[in-house]
Structures are given as structure tokens and as C-alpha cells.
């Protein structure tokens, strides 16, 4: 069993370790400067942005999603970027990605984001799994700069 619950101050410890190796994850590196601007911005609410911790019965952090609430040209509705979503390794398959995007799906839909949306990487297969079978594959490719 896993509950999902908006990120509290005393799940800093917890939520640090899962973006990092989030982070790692994705053979990625962020300073640590602004690691901690997140987990700020996350646990304030600032900048629209909301976390969620995915907690087991056992009470272990197994799980972590940002989201970014943000105005749309296209809608005159708010919409919801699920930005982070990580499970840990020893905690994958067992439903705690689906809880995390249901409970996503929730808060977008108290908050009246009529879009929720999400990216990942073409070689996640595993995750890919689970978004094929709860949202739809886009043909949106995404560029940066």
C-alpha cells in the first residue's frame, strides 16, 4: 500500500535523496544551490509549483512528483505540467507511479487545470508502460534551447 500526500517539511531529508537520484536517474546534474531553491519553491507553493510524496505502509518516502501550474494561450483554464515524477528503484511496480499520477490528476482537477501533461525519455520503457495505460501519447516533439 502507498498513500500520496503533498510534501510536508519534515519529508526534506526524504524528497532530497529522491530528486537526487531522480537526477541521477537521468545522468543529469543539478547544483545543489538550486536543488535547495527547489525544495523551497516545492514546499512554499511558490512559482504555482506543488509537490507530492508517495509514502509506503511502512512509512518510507517511495515516490516524488512536481507539478507547475501555469496559464495556456490555447485554453482559459490553468494547466497542470506533471514536471518530476520519480519512483525508487526498490518500489517500482508496485503502483506507486500510478498513485502519483492519480494523485496529479486530482489536484489538477480541484484546481481547474483542464490539461495535464508530461514528458519522458523515448528509452523509458518502463515508465512508458504505465503512461500508455493512464494518459495519451502525444506527436509533440520538444526542442530546447
Not at 21 to 47: C, M
Not at 62 to 70: C, K
Not at 130 to 137: A, E, M, V
Request: proline fraction near 2%; charged fraction near 25%.
Amino acid at each position: 500500500m502507498v498513500s500520496v500526500r503533498p510534501v510536508a517539511a519534515d519529508d526534506k531529508e526524504a524528497w532530497l535523496k529522491l530528486f537526487r537520484d531522480y537526477v541521477a536517474f537521468y545522468k543529469a546534474s543539478v547544483p545543489e544551490e538550486v536543488i535547495g531553491q527547489t525544495w523551497h519553491r516545492l514546499l512554499n507553493g511558490d512559482d504555482n509549483m506543488r509537490a507530492l510524496i508517495a509514502v509506503d505502509d511502512s512509512g518510507k518516502a517511495v515516490g516524488i512528483a512536481a507539478l507547475v501550474f501555469h496559464r495556456s494561450t490555447w485554453s482559459p483554464t490553468w494547466y497542470c505540467y506533471l514536471e518530476d515524477l520519480f519512483v525508487a528503484g526498490e518500489a517500482r511496480g508496485h503502483g506507486v507511479g500510478k498513485a502519483l499520477i492519480e494523485a496529479t490528476y486530482a489536484e489538477a482537477d480541484r484546481r481547474g487545470a483542464t490539461r495535464t501533461y508530461w514528458a519522458t525519455q523515448e528509452s523509458n520503457a518502463t515508465a512508458r508502460e504505465l503512461y500508455d495505460r493512464i494518459g495519451t501519447l502525444t506527436d509533440f516533439l520538444q526542442y530546447r534551447r
